[in-house]
Every structure is written in structure tokens, then in C-alpha cells.
T-cell receptor, first 113, second 113 residues
Framework: SQTIHQWPATLVQPVGSPLSLECTVE??????LYWYRQAAGRGLQLLFY??????ISSEVPQNLSASRPQDRQFILSSKKLLLSDSGFYLC????????????FGEGSRLTVL | AQTVTQSQPEMSVQEAETVTLSCTYD???????LFWYKQPPSRQMILVIR??????QNATENRFSVNFQKAAKSFSLKISDSQLGDAAMYFC??????????FGAGTRLTVKP
């Protein structure tokens, strides 16, 4: 069966520090991968999605970036965090764009101080 | 661009009673999919129910059912025999056959014992 894991679960970082959140999927190949951000009490905002290795589409211009070095690995990064980067980050995967559901990881809570 | 609107930020229901959560969406496409996700306090998103737009029959999953009105672009979720474990944030989501998933702002459901 397919599983998705993301880490770390909780992160507290000072303003200006770098960020790396990692997500891996097991039990499937060539998945579509997504990074969403959820601000407190808000809905989910799509940040990045990827349909293959090295292929990244950005939805929102900001100081975050994403990379997909391997088929089932998706990384969210920042060189210098801002206070506004605080939030709950969710990684998800789906099998193509066939209209199927997204399967979500456990989430990573980032607090920037 | 497709948008998803959930007009009820908060709802409450008495245990064992029925509650309906509202969702409307805006799209010009004819082929798409609609979803309801549940986000309990653990924060991991869980798929509740899914509806294909080409199907006229409303989807049901045990105590969960939808009222899909394609012409009105409405997709409400009905929870029957509400249980304490149903308390969570509920997100309505839209996905076209060729694109990523868009979420509403969510409805926080409280279940009173």
C-alpha cells in the first residue's frame, strides 16, 4: 500500500534562517507531488506541484522553493525565512491528473520567530 | 480560475442529529471532481467522500452523503447520526480532470454531547 511521510513534524526557526521540509512517498511510482500551506484558521493554499523529477510548478511567488531530486521525494526550502512563512505545511500526492483524490502527509508545523 | 466557497466558518450539531455543510464552486469546465476532506485535531487530511461531475447520482459513504447540484454548482455534505469523532474542520475541494486541487476555506464542525 502507498504511504506518505513528511518531516520534521514541528519546527521553530528564527527569521532569516534556512528551511528544509522533506516529503517521501512509498508504494507508487511517478506520483504527482504537492506542497500546500495552511495558515491558522484558513484553507489550503497550493504552493508547488510536480509531475516528475526536476519538474516544479510554482503557484505563488515567494521566498520558498521546491525541488524533486528523486521520483518519490519532494523538498520545500527557503534560504531566509520570513515571519509570514509560519504555518502548517502539508505534502500530498496523487496518481496523475485523472481527477483522483490527493493523499496527505501528517503535516509540518513551522513557527518563525 | 476555479474557486471554492464555504460560507459557514463554523457549525455545531447535537450528537446523533444531522448536519449539512455547504459548498459552492465556480468553474467553466464540464469534467471535474468534487471532494470533502476532514481535518481532525491531529491535522492530517482525510478523504470523506468524492463525487464525479458526470455522475448524477449523489455519492454516499455510510453516514456521509452529498447533495450535488451541478447546474447550481453546489456540493453540500450531510452527516447523519453525528458522532463526537466527527468534530473537525471540513474542507470542500474541486479538481478538474487536467489540473490540481483547489480548497475552500473550511467549516469547523463542533459536535455537542
Amino acid at each position: 500500500s502507498q504511504t506518505i511521510h513528511q518531516w520534521p513534524a514541528t519546527l521553530v526557526q528564527p527569521v532569516g534562517s534556512p528551511l528544509s521540509l522533506e516529503c517521501t512517498v512509498e508504494g507508487t511510482s511517478n506520483p504527482n507531488l504537492y506542497w500546500y500551506r495552511q495558515a491558522a484558521g484558513r484553507g489550503l493554499q497550493l504552493l508547488f506541484y510536480s509531475v516528475g523529477i526536476g519538474q516544479i510548478s510554482s503557484e505563488v511567488p515567494q521566498n520558498l522553493s521546491a525541488s524533486r531530486p528523486q521520483d518519490r521525494q519532494f523538498i520545500l526550502s527557503s534560504k531566509k525565512l520570513l515571519l509570514s512563512d509560519s504555518g502548517f505545511y502539508l505534502c500530498a500526492w496523487s496518481q496523475g491528473f485523472s481527477g483522483g483524490e490527493l493523499f496527505f502527509g501528517e503535516g509540518s508545523r513551522l513557527t518563525v520567530l | 480560475a476555479q474557486t471554492v466557497t464555504q460560507s459557514q466558518p463554523e457549525m455545531s450539531v447535537q450528537e446523533a442529529e444531522t448536519v449539512t455543510l455547504s459548498c459552492t464552486y465556480d468553474t467553466s469546465e464540464s469534467d471535474y471532481y468534487l471532494f470533502w476532506y476532514k481535518q481532525p485535531p491531529s491535522r492530517q487530511m482525510i478523504l470523506v467522500i468524492r463525487q464525479e461531475a458526470y455522475k448524477q447520482q449523489n455519492a454516499t459513504e455510510n453516514r456521509f452523503s452529498v447533495n450535488f447540484q451541478k447546474a447550481a454548482k453546489s456540493f453540500s455534505l450531510k452527516i447523519s447520526d453525528s458522532q463526537l469523532g466527527d468534530a473537525a474542520m471540513y474542507f470542500c475541494a474541486y479538481r478538474s480532470a487536467t489540473n490540481d486541487m483547489r480548497f475552500g476555506a473550511g467549516t469547523r464542525l463542533t459536535v455537542k454531547p
